[in-house]
């Protein structure tokens, strides 16, 4: 298992960027897939983005494509959310989860996961 903390998250007014971060722990970084979920009050675990431990590949949600921005830094063992334009339905708790392997949109193929930090849009 590797440890993932969360970082970045705050209160915004709509239109603002956040950029997210999300420190591992572990040797086996590079071999991971990770991926950005979140969760809304009321609301089931949605994927966000994820980005792939070969060749990088990223996949986002529909809701945020075009304005979401997902990358890693195997050097550094982080992985980042850059979330521009950002708008109140977007208010969650961000998520950041590993697992070892090929990428997958769905939060329970995931066993490492993040505390969470809270990014909240006003109006």
């Known amino acids: 298992q590797v440890q993932l903390v969360e970082s970045g998250g705050g209160l915004v007014q709509a239109g603002d960027s956040l950029r997210l971060a999300c420190a591992a722990s572990g040797r086996t970084f590079s071999s991971y897939s990770m991926g950005w979920f979140r969760q809304a009050p009321g609301k089931e675990r949605e994927f966000v983005a994820a980005?792939?431990?070969?060749?990088?590949?990223?996949y986002y949600a529909d809701s945020v494509t075009g304005r979401f921005t997902i990358s890693r830094d195997n050097a550094k063992t982080t992985v980042y959310l850059q979330m521009n334009s950002l708008n109140p339905e977007d208010t969650a708790v961000y998520y950041c989860?590993?697992?070892?392997?090929?990428?997958?949109?769905?939060?329970?193929?995931?066993?490492?996961w993040g505390q969470g930090t809270q990014v909240t849009v006003s109006s």
């Open positions: 989860a590993a697992r070892d392997g090929a990428v997958y949109k769905h939060y329970a193929f995931y066993r490492s």
């Open positions: 980005i792939a431990n070969g060749d990088a590949s990223t």
